[in-house]
């Protein structure tokens, strides 16, 4: 699979865009782990363009995670052209990607993410002028469809694909949706079926085992797939899909928990040494609290709560440690 001149080889595994968890350490570790193309946190093209701090900050890549994509948003066609020429001056990724996907209300409800479903003129006119603004290989993240009354993806990628795009991904779900349910992987096929479809088509929803992604790619013919909740303190769930999809059938290859355990930890010192410790800490939280690594453990409950109301190395790390005492191999 291509997108542009960037090769990514056969049934790519992406790490999709996330606000609050592919910061750049996160990005690395999925990286390392197998992930084909990973996503920067999304960038509002407004806040961009007036050089907000926090906002500029996560235009930060490095060679080492490459190929890497930037994922800006907005709702107006001069600030997004403005955004996308800024983030190709100054931080050269290799993709990047609109985002008409995004669900919550503070950007859908504003017009923006996937809140540009029920402006279809506008989001095509949008991504006309950044393609022919930027030199950069443009690509679009997007939902089925605004609800079920309104599943416009089967003309909307066309549209998209004669606006000049080099890449769509499509999550299974509408905006109507948000993130419950299961996401509807049948109009994604529909769209990869299409002749009239040339550009890579990258499937994303409930993607959260190896068995998930080989069905992905068998029974709906996409070209790559976009894995993310599933990434939530498992950076290795790369390495487990890509292993299983060059094997099917054989058994994974086994970490133990202290070598996951160590991860973690490294994702948590990153997080720290990059944003401060408490920050770093609460940042890290979200992973601790989802990880698979503590699933299933007899009477683990004191110690997630003590684990997750840590607010300091010294409190968070014995924890840590006496949790690989306790349940290590």
Same mark, same amino acid.
């Given at each position: 699979?291509?997108?542009?001149?960037?090769?990514?080889?056969?049934?790519?595994?992406?790490?999709?865009?996330?606000?609050?968890?592919?910061?750049?350490?996160?990005?690395?570790?999925?990286?390392?782990?197998? %992930?084909?193309?990973?996503?920067?946190?999304?960038?509002?093209?407004?806040?961009?363009?007036? +050089?907000?701090?926090?906002?500029?900050?996560?235009?930060?890549?490095?060679? %080492?995670?490459?190929?890497?994509?930037?994922?800006?948003?907005?709702?107006?066609?001069?600030?997004?052209?403005?955004?996308?020429?800024?983030?190709?001056?100054?931080?050269?990724?290799?993709?990047?990607?609109?985002?008409?996907?995004?669900?919550?209300?503070?950007?859908?409800?504003?017009?923006?993410?996937?809140?540009? #479903?029920?402006?279809?003129?506008?989001?095509?006119?949008?991504?006309? *002028?950044?393609? *022919?603004?930027?030199?950069?290989?443009?690509?679009?993240?997007?939902?089925?469809?605004?609800?079920?009354?309104?599943?416009?993806?089967?003309?909307?990628?066309?549209?998209?694909?004669?606006?000049?795009?080099?890449?769509?991904?499509?999550?299974?779900?509408?905006? +109507?949706?948000?993130?419950?349910?299961?996401?509807?992987?049948?109009?994604?096929?529909?769209?990869?079926?299409?002749?009239?479809?040339?550009?890579?088509?990258?499937? *994303?929803?409930?993607?959260?085992?190896?068995?998930?992604?080989?069905?992905?790619?068998?029974?709906?013919?996409?070209?790559?797939?976009?894995?993310?909740?599933?990434?939530?303190?498992?950076?290795?769930?790369? +390495?487990?899909? *890509?292993?299983?999809?060059?094997?099917?059938?054989?058994? #994974?290859?086994?970490?133990?928990? +202290?070598?996951?355990?160590?991860? #973690?930890?490294?994702?948590?010192?990153?997080?720290?040494?990059?944003?401060?410790?408490?920050?770093?800490?609460?940042?890290?939280?979200?992973?601790?609290?989802?990880?698979? #690594?503590?699933?299933?453990?007899?009477?683990?409950?004191?110690?997630?709560?003590?684990?997750?109301?840590?607010?300091?190395?010294?409190?968070?790390?014995?924890?840590?440690?006496?949790?690989?005492?306790?349940?290590?191999?």
């Amino acid at each position: 699979m291509k997108i542009g001149t960037i090769d990514l080889g056969h049934r790519p595994v992406f790490l999709a865009p996330m606000e609050d968890v592919t910061d750049i350490g996160f990005r690395h570790l999925c990286k390392r782990f197998g %992930a084909a193309m990973v996503y920067t946190e999304f960038v509002s093209a407004e806040a961009l363009v007036r +050089s907000v701090k926090t906002t500029v900050s996560k235009l930060q890549i490095d060679d %080492a995670e490459r190929p890497v994509g930037i994922q800006i948003y907005g709702r107006d066609v001069p600030q997004m052209v403005e955004a996308a020429q800024i983030v190709e001056a100054e931080a050269h990724p290799d993709v990047i990607d609109l985002n008409f996907g995004c669900p919550v209300k503070k950007v859908a409800g504003k017009g923006a993410g996937a809140g540009m #479903l029920q402006n279809i003129p506008l989001l095509l006119d949008i991504t006309r *002028n950044v393609v *022919n603004a930027v030199k950069t290989p443009i690509t679009v993240k997007t939902r089925l469809g605004w609800n079920h009354e309104q599943l416009i993806i089967t003309t909307l990628a066309e549209q998209l694909q004669d606006c000049g795009i080099q890449a769509l991904t499509i999550h299974g779900r509408t905006r +109507s949706q948000m993130y419950t349910g299961e996401a509807d992987w049948t109009l994604i096929g529909e769209v990869k079926r299409n002749p009239r479809i040339t550009i890579p088509i990258i499937g *994303n929803g409930d993607i959260t085992t190896p068995a998930q992604a080989l069905g992905a790619f068998e029974n709906y013919g996409v070209d790559a797939v976009m894995v993310g909740r599933a990434t939530f303190g498992r950076p290795w769930v790369f +390495s487990e899909i *890509n292993h299983f999809l060059a094997h099917p059938g054989e058994p #994974l290859p086994e970490m133990s928990f +202290s070598e996951k355990l160590d991860i #973690l930890i490294e994702q948590l010192r990153i997080n720290v040494e990059r944003i401060g410790e408490r920050p770093g800490i609460l940042h890290t939280r979200r992973h601790l609290a989802a990880t698979p #690594l503590f699933k299933g453990i007899p009477d683990f409950r004191p110690t997630r709560i003590a684990m997750l109301r840590a607010e300091t190395l010294d409190t968070l790390l014995p924890i840590l440690e006496q949790c690989r005492q306790r349940f290590g191999e």
